[in-house]
């Protein structure tokens, strides 16, 4: 799924200043589930807009609305109604959720609410960690499905570095060394033979930015 | 400028039909008297109260709130409390990026027989608003 | 003329080799100081690759003054800071200016450092930078095309036998060694009985793997127990910060002398490997005093 934080209030404010309606879009999948952009989100967020503007003496109205997939252009579409009445929108969607918004409506300003960090998963309550980069060359399965890319600060593709200090990562005790993990994880199924072997440079250009798929149903 | 004795806070008061609302009723007819500017409303568990409900009294104009459960452990719904404590943390926050002072809500946990206590908080508060003056909600619109 | 490091390498002699960090500027004065200070007393000079992610004076450019001045320079590159293209460019140049030697590391990440926002490169890893410098010598680039001149190099690698769990690390130099790696420099050294384990490992797996024993400098006892937490891989045995420890202050780094030549003259006697690379970290000044303690 990909991770988002929402944005200082203080910069959204900065980006819908001088605008007298608005409308917040949510978006019900990946950021509803990391609790940024969902429709629960939204309500936070243009609650604390109107306090915001009352406090200052500004007159401020928000419509809200969140779909399914931001990223969808067939469900952005259905916006249409509620996009027209307001003079800005304001995503709480992925970076990939606001530029559908966008491109649908190419008359109306759309701002980001939120900052989309990365692809990841949950570690705990509340905690995502980020576990893929999309590099378009897939690794996991030369290291017991732990990705060095993006797990590893430096994204080793042979084997830790001098920097593994009691399993942890030197740039952050906090973090696990990932060549710790797939070490053990490798171990535990007698695979380490995988480590052993030398893996030569890494083709950075396996996806040609911006990247492009085109592809046929199954 | 208004003498600070002549501001009444509107204070909404949420609070816990287990416990809290019961104290509020065991204080009243022990004639135990808190302020009448507090407007207490029953909520089937102090976990009940969502940030959303904080949030919009502010919008309506109240100049402070209060969250008010069980003690801790005591909760009929094994830990209302606990959330509800971690959403006025929440909502404190909130309110601080806003520009409000975050002091302006406030959680505490009572027993439903503790008609005192209920009475004292609810005094304490009231006495922390005054301090604080009017919600610059208010004030600005 | 110092004597190409590859051929003291295989010389057979115990190998001393030390390190000088760059200034961050272009006052160069200290630096030259240094080199002329260490460049006759040790078989080659290390010098750091923006170290510790610092932004220094660039360990090329200190190269070959160490070159210019007669010393036998041991060029450190870490991927951190330039992609293939670059290091490869840097080799290229390197070799027409007489550097013979280079050392092959990872780098520290960059927000450990003084430009905490920079873009972290590594393009390659330590072990794909070491196979590189093998695939130019061979005449070719890492694009697959024919060099106009290849280059050679005396390419060596660090190893930390200290590191924990230990296990990743030795597949690690283990691949380093089949990568052709001809020396290796280790992190610091402290527990020789830890040591000697280490080095019966390496002598099974290959009895012509040079290892140099990395002697760093302990300037306190504070510093011990600071290293101890927070530098991976390095471990002070608690005998020698108490040693620290007794001596008063003003004597503090001449105790840390004392404790690096005792380290070496053990190292040397009792042959544990083959040789010693010693890092003063800043106080390349006593360097010389940390020899004599040592015998060399
Ligand atoms: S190797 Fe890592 S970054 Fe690349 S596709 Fe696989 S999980 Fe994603
Ligand atoms: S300590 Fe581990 S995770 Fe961190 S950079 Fe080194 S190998 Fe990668």
Redesign the interface.
Known sequence: MIVAERK???DIREMIAGYKKILIVGCGTCVTICWAGGE?EV??LS??L???S????NELEILEATIERQCEKELVEALKDKVQQVEAVLSMGCGAGVQPIAEIFPDMPVYPALNTTFVGMPEGEGVWVETCRACGDCFLDKTGGICPIVRC???????????????KC??DSEKDCA??L??RRL?QQGR?DA??K?????N?QAVIRPGKVETLPA | MKAKGAFLPDIVAFCCAQSAYQAADTAGSMRITYPENIRVIRVPCAGRVDVLHILRAFEKGADGVLVLGCHEEACRHLSGNIRAKNRVQRVNTLLQEVGIDGKRVEMFTLAPNQGSRFARIANEVNERIKELGPSPVKSGA | MAKAFKETLNSGKFVVTSEIGPPKGTNLEKLIHHIDLLKDKVDALNVTDNQSSVMRFPSLGTCLLIKERGGEPILQMTCRDRNRMALEADLLFAYTRGIKNVLCLTGDFITIGDHKEARAVFDLDSLQLLHMVRILQSGKDLGGNELDGAVEFCAGATVTPEANPIEPQLIKFEKKVQAGAEFFQTQAIYDLDNFKKFMKYVRGLDKNIKILAGIVLLASAGMAKYMNENTPGVFVPQVLIDEMATAEKGKRVQKGIEIAGRLIRQIKEEAICDGVHIMAIGREEVVPDILAAGGL
């Open positions: 200082p209030l203080e629960k309500a936070v609650s604390q109107r306090l915001a009352k406090k200052d003496g600060a430096k994204g080793l593709l042979n084997g830790p570095c001098g920097g593994t200090n009691n399993g030197e740039i060549w710790t797939i070490y171990e380490l480590m052993r030398y893996y030569p440079p890494r950075f």
